[in-house]
């Protein structure tokens, strides 16, 4: 097949540090070429380049990563055409988002969800079951460390990502919890002096070092379907997640641990299931691992992305 992955033109893909959505198109673009398939990266805000490049190139398919573009797609001339939102709130928008839906609804394309929540609102809301389907981001497991005998920090959790307010990492400080943190910050209220702060880091580094913890800690308000708990799963860390973190997760598992929204900030509550998570995740670091791999590795991820495509 012949793909365009049309990205919203405002960061490098790939990105040189911080861009999660654009890490995720790259990703896409190298699985997918990986497999034979001919793709094309459109990555500008000059949307009628957008429509020249598409109406000229004979795509079999075309997938816009960029929500606010969407009127675009009724210009483009292509037969199957694909539309992902990757506002982390969409399943529950703030007011000046709920536009979102009727935008998407409406560009007369084909809407891949992140998660399966995600897809149910919109049949809520009216949309064609036959037009929503369901793609989690997809993951390179075996590019990540994974270490279960020599474990550096036992008794200590990561927060991976950028700091800013939705992400609750500032609450987190200063508590005992025994919790490192990494990512740019944007949130004033972040104690950047903090010695359990160590910045953003590369790519690299976060596959080689994020199996040195216990558990991974994600305690946001809004989430589509955080990337950053493959990373975890991956390297073998338990999770420790909010109610809004846990998209496409099999909560089922001793190794994901829900925190309920009153509980959020009960410090006490808190530091015994953080605790409680690392204990019963270190001994099955094996077996995190390959949950990871079974669902969300890119082979998987990739063969139902053909399947929607092929569906269209």
């Not at 460390?145 to 307010?165: A, C, F, Q, W, Y």
């Not at 999770?239 to 925190?259: C, G, M, R, W, Y």
Request: hydrophobic fraction near 35%; aromatic fraction near 8%.
């Amino acid at each position: 097949m012949k793909i365009a992955l049309i990205a919203g033109g405002h960061l490098p893909i790939p990105p040189q540090g911080w861009g999660g959505v654009e890490h995720l198109i790259w990703n896409f673009h190298n699985q997918l070429t990986d497999r034979g398939h001919e793709v094309v990266l459109i990555n500008t805000t000059n949307l009628k380049e957008v429509v020249n490049i598409v109406n000229t190139g004979n795509f079999d398919a075309v997938h816009l990563h960029y929500d606010q573009y969407s009127d675009v797609m009724s210009y483009l001339n292509c037969d199957k055409k694909l539309i992902t939102s990757h506002y982390p709130n969409l399943e529950n928008p703030e007011p000046q988002y709920e536009f979102l839906y009727d935008l998407l609804n409406k560009s007369g394309s084909h809407i891949v969800c992140l998660s399966d929540r995600i897809q149910k609102e919109f049949i809520s809301r009216g949309c064609d079951s036959t037009n929503v389907s369901i793609l989690p981001c997809g993951i390179d497991v075996e590019l990540y460390s994974m270490d279960d005998k020599n474990i550096l920090h036992t008794n200590r959790s990561i927060v991976v990502g950028k700091v800013e307010p939705r992400k609750r990492q500032s609450f987190l400080q200063g508590k005992g919890l025994n919790i490192d943190f990494i990512g740019n910050n944007v949130d004033p209220t972040f104690d950047t002096n903090d010695p359990c702060y160590f910045g953003e880091q590369s790519k690299q580094d976060i596959m080689d070092n994020l199996t040195s913890y216990a558990n991974m800690i994600l305690l946001s308000s809004g989430e589509a379907h955080p990337f950053v708990c493959l990373e975890g799963m991956a390297a073998g860390l338990g999770l420790v997640l909010s109610e809004q973190s846990t998209a496409n997760l099999d909560l089922s598992k001793p190794f994901i641990t829900v925190i309920p929204d009153d509980k959020l900030d009960d410090t006490e509550f808190l530091k015994s299931k953080i605790e409680e998570n690392r204990k019963v995740s270190l001994p099955i670091r094996k077996e995190i691992r390959q949950y990871c791999k079974d669902n969300f590795d890119w082979c998987v991820i990739i063969e139902k992305y053909k399947e929607i495509i092929e569906s269209i």
